[in-house]
T-cell receptor, first 113, second 110 residues
Framework: DGGITQSPKYLFRKEGQNVTLSCEQN?????MYWYRQDPGQGLRLIYY???????QKGDIAEGYSVSREKKESFPLTVTSAQKNPTAFYLC????????????FGPGTRLTVL | QKEVEQNSGPLSVPEGAIASLNCTYS??????FFWYRQYSGKSPELIMF????GDKEDGRFTAQLNKASQYVSLLIRDSQPSDSATYLC??????????FGQGTELSVKP
């Protein structure tokens, strides 16, 4: 059963804590992405990776970090430096091609208490 | 700053009508365009993509692209209450990079 999984579905964090969001895919896609969505807004790119052990900053990378040690996995850490982390976080994957479609996981809703 | 603009709505149509969703983009070099449907509280689901000028039909959905006018639209024929969702337009601006509009909320009334 191919797809993208994200965990946890809901996450609560106290201010000053780092948290790590999991993203795994078994679609054999080379590229993976992290987006953030705030209420009533579109998606904004945080980080993306097109190959293992390499990743690039997106438009809003400050306060976030990622790693890509395996093709299937692209975890996102939300650090205490992120000023407003409460949001819906979406992971996506795709082939590396000019017009490749991106497919999304179910998302993680992070709330800072 | 490369941008994608959508009317946030809500767009309300009666059941059985045609819903027309519009999107404009600023990057003339963009080559591929995507429409995603997002139900409340859920993740986006790809419903259409288009690369060439003109129309592309898939069931009740038709995507229309006009690169000269930097305009892409999505038509939903015979709209159903189950089509009620937010529709996100996404534009490919570089290999692997999509820019998303803020989405248009569609409400189909029975």
């Amino acid at each position: 059963d191919g797809g993208i999984t994200q965990s946890p579905k809901y996450l609560f964090r106290k201010e000053g804590q780092n948290v790590t969001l999991s993203c795994e895919q078994n679609l054999n896609h080379d590229a993976m992405y992290w987006y953030r969505q705030d209420p009533g807004q579109g998606l904004r790119l945080i980080y993306y990776s097109q190959i293992v052990n390499d990743f690039q900053k997106g438009d809003i990378a400050e306060g976030y970090s990622v790693s890509r040690e395996k093709k299937e996995s692209f975890p996102l850490t939300v650090t205490s430096a992120q000023k407003n982390p409460t949001a819906f976080y979406l992971c996506a994957s795709s082939w590396v091609a000019e017009n490749a479609e991106q497919f999304f996981g179910p998302g993680t809703r992070l709330t800072v208490l | 700053q490369k941008e994608v603009e959508q009317n946030s709505g809500p767009l309300s149509v009666p059941e059985g009508a045609i819903a027309s969703l519009n999107c404009t983009y600023s990057d003339r070099g963009s080559q591929s365009f995507f429409w995603y449907r997002q139900y409340s509280g859920k993740s986006p689901e790809l419903i259409m993509f288009i690369y060439s000028n003109g129309d592309k039909e898939d069931g009740r959905f038709t995507a229309q692209l006009n690169k000269a006018s930097q305009y892409v639209s999505l038509l939903i024929r015979d709209s159903q209450p189950s089509d009620s969702a937010t529709y996100l337009c996404a534009v490919n601006i570089a290999r692997g990079k999509l820019i998303f509009g803020q989405g248009t909320e569609l409400s189909v009334k029975p």
